[in-house]
C-alpha cells in the first residue's frame, strides 16, 4: 500500500476495531470489512494484518471455525512478513486468545498469549499487552493449574494492571480471581452470581451500564464454570443462555 491517506484510513479503523471489540461488537463487521477492502483493493500495509486476524475473529462468530483458523494463520505470517512488530500482541490476542482454541487444544496457545503479554510491554502496547494476560490467566485456570500458583499470578497480573491504569483489563480477570479464591477456602457454594458477591453484582451493574460486552463474557461464563463445579446445574445453564 502506498497511498498515505488510505495508510492512514488503516490506521484509524486498526483503533476503531479495537475499541469495538471491547464496548460495541455490532460495530465490528462493517469496520472489518473497510479493512479488508483497502488491503484487496490498495494493498498490503501493517494493519492488513490486524485486519486479517479481526476478520478471523469474526469468521468465528458465523462458526466457519475451519476458515477462521487459516485466515488467523495467515495474519501471523503476514505480520513477520510486514515486520509489524507493534502489531504481534494484538494479533496474537485475537488468533491464539479467541480463535484457535476452536481448532486446537488451548495448551497449545498459551505460551503464545504469554508471549503477546511480553511483547505489548516492550513495545508500549500496553491494553493489548494486558488483553493477552486475561486470556492467558483464563486459559491456565481451564488447563487445571494450581489454584495457589495461578492466585499469586492473577494478583500479580491485577497489580501490573491497575499501576497501568488498565481497568477493562482487571475488571476482566476479577471473576477468576473470584473463583480461584472460593476453591481456595474450599467453600462448598458457589461465588460468582449471587448476593453473597456484592463485587460481582457491582461488575455486572458496571459492565450494563458501559455496555461491556467482554466483561459480559467473563462473567457468565466463568459463573457458568462456577456453577457445574459446585453441581448448581441450573444456574450453570442459565449462565450460558445470558452469555449468548
Not at 462468530?61 to 502489531?87: M, N, P, T, W
Not at 503477546?116 to 490467566?137: D, K, P, R
Amino acid at each position: 500500500m502506498e497511498d498515505e491517506n488510505k495508510m492512514t484510513a488503516m490506521k484509524f479503523l486498526q483503533i476503531l476495531v479495537f475499541y469495538a471489540y471491547l464496548g460495541k461488537q455490532q460495530s465490528l463487521p462493517s469496520l472489518i470489512v473497510q479493512m479488508l477492502q483497502l488491503t484487496l483493493l490498495h494493498g498490503i500495509c501493517k494493519e492488513s494484518c490486524y485486519g486479517m486476524a479481526s476478520f478471523s475473529f469474526l469468521l468465528c462468530q458465523f462458526d466457519d471455525f475451519k476458515a477462521a483458523d487459516h485466515i488467523g494463520r495467515l495474519s501471523v505470517l503476514l505480520l513477520d512478513k510486514c515486520k509489524a512488530e507493534e502489531y504481534r500482541s494484538n494479533i496474537y490476542f485475537l488468533y491464539y486468545g479467541t480463535v484457535r482454541c476452536f481448532n486446537v487444544h488451548i495448551v497449545q496457545s498459551i505460551d503464545k498469549l504469554l508471549h503477546g503479554y511480553h511483547v505489548g510491554m516492550l513495545t508500549g502496547n500496553i491494553e493489548s499487552a494486558m488483553f493477552n494476560a486475561c486470556s492467558h490467566q483464563a486459559n491456565s485456570f481451564l488447563l487445571g493449574r494450581n489454584l495457589a500458583q495461578l492466585k499469586v499470578e492473577l494478583d500479580s497480573f491485577g497489580k501490573t494492571m491497575v499501576e497501568y491504569k488498565q481497568m477493562s483489563a482487571r475488571n476482566s480477570i476479577r471473576p477468576i480471581q473470584s473463583i480461584v479464591s472460593n476453591l481456595l477456602i474450599s467453600n462448598d457454594c458457589p461465588s460468582l452470581i449471587g448476593a453473597q458477591n456484592t463485587e460481582m453484582e457491582d461488575l455486572l451493574d458496571q459492565a450494563t451500564k458501559e455496555n461491556d460486552a467482554f466483561i459480559f463474557c467473563q462473567i457468565y461464563i466463568f459463573g457458568c464454570i462456577d456453577a457445574y463445579i459446585f453441581g448448581e446445574y441450573e444456574l450453570a445453564l442459565s449462565m450460558i443462555e445470558k452469555r449468548q
